[in-house]
C-alpha cells in the first residue's frame, strides 16, 4: 500500500516539484498551501509522513507542528520541517515541539526522499519491534509505555518529543552496552548524513534533562558514546 505524504508549503513551485518526485517513487502525495488546508487534509486521508514549511500565510508551521504532535490523533504522524538557513532557532523550537526532522532550503529534492524513506522505515521497525515485545518497560522509577508513547519518570509523566523517545528507548534496550554517536545517529535518527555528532550530544542534553533523577542514568563515555546504566546500584 502506498505510503501517503502530506505537504504543506505555499510556494507552488516547491510543491509540485516535491510532489512530482515523490509520486515517481510510488508515494501518495496530497497538498496543502496553509495551515487551515493542512488540517482539512489531515482529517481527510491517513497520512504517514508530513512535510511542514514553517512561514505559512495563515500562521506559522510551528504552531501547527505543536498542535499536531498534541492531539492524540495525529502525534504518532512523523513531521519533516521545511526551513531557510537563517530559521536556527526555529529549528530548535520544532524539535522541541516534536518535529521528527528537517530540511534546510534550498534543499535537494533527493534528499529530502531519503529522509522520507527513511523516517517510514524507521516507523515500521518500531512496530514491528513493539509487536515483539510487551508494552511497558520497567526500571526503577523508569517506567515507559510502548504503546501510548508515554514516560514516567516516579510516575510522572515526562514529556518527550519522539524523536527522545526513541533515543531513549535505544539505550535503555541496550543498556549496559555502550553505543557510539555514529551507531545512535545510525540507529535512532536512520541515517547519518548532514546530522553532526553535536546533535546526538544536543539531544542526550536534553533528555537527560527532561528525565530528572533518572538523567543521570545516562552515562558519558568521554570520546566514546553514551551508555544507560540503571540507577539501582
Ligand atoms: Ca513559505
Same mark, same amino acid.
Given at each position: ?12 513551485? !516547491? %510543491? ?14 496530497? /497538498?496543502? =498551501? ?24 495563515? #500562521? ?11 492531539? @492524540? ?13 537563517? =530559521? ?7 524539535? =522541541?515541539? #516534536? ?7 534550498? +534543499?535537494?529534492?533527493? =534528499? ?5 524513506? @527513511?523516517?517510514?522505515? %524507521? ?5 514491528? /519491534? ?45 543498556? #549496559?552496552?555502550?553505543?557510539? %554517536?555514529? /551507531? ?13 555528532? %553535536? ?13 530528572? #533523577?533518572?538523567?543521570?542514568?545516562? /552515562?558519558? !563515555? ?5 551508555? +544507560? ?5
Amino acid at each position: 500500500m502506498a505510503h501517503c505524504v502530506l505537504i504543506i508549503e505555499d510556494e507552488p513551485d !516547491i %510543491r509540485k516539484t516535491i510532489d512530482y518526485n515523490l509520486s515517481k517513487e510510488s508515494f501518495k502525495v496530497v /497538498q496543502a =498551501e496553509s495551515i487551515k488546508e493542512g488540517e482539512k487534509a489531515l482529517a481527510a486521508n491517513k497520512v504517514d509522513v508530513i512535510i511542514l514549511d514553517l512561514m505559512l500565510p495563515d #500562521g506559522s508551521g510551528l504552531t501547527l507542528c505543536r498542535d499536531i504532535k498534541s492531539d @492524540a490523533k495525529t502525534k504518532h504522524i512523523p513531521v519533516i520541517i521545511l526551513t531557510a538557513k537563517t =530559521e536556527e532557532v526555529d529549528r530548535v523550537v520544532g524539535f =522541541e515541539l #516534536g518535529a521528527d526532522d528537517y530540511v534546510t532550503k534550498p +534543499f535537494s529534492v533527493r =534528499e529530502l526522499i531519503l529522509r522520507v524513506k @527513511a523516517i517510514i522505515k %524507521r516507523g515500521a521497525t518500531y512496530s514491528t /519491534q513493539q509487536g515483539n515485545e510487551n508494552s511497558d518497560i520497567e526500571l526503577d522509577e523508569l517506567r515507559m509505555n510502548l504503546d501510548a508513547y508515554q514516560v514516567f519518570v516516579c510516575d510522572e509523566e515526562i514529556a518527550l518529543t519522539s524523536l527522545e523517545f526513541r533515543l531513549l528507548k535505544h539505550l535503555v534496550d541496550r543498556r #549496559g552496552r555502550v553505543q557510539t %554517536r555514529d /551507531q545512535l545517529l545510525e540507529e535512532v535518527w536512520g541515517y547519518s548524513s548532514d546530522v553532526t555528532t %553535536r546533535t546526538v550530544d544536543t539531544h542526550i542534553k536534553r533528555l537527560r534533562e527532561k528525565l530528572l #533523577g533518572v538523567g543521570n542514568c545516562i /552515562q558519558t !563515555i568521554r570520546g566514546v558514546g553514551y551508555r +544507560f546504566t540503571k540507577s539501582a546500584n
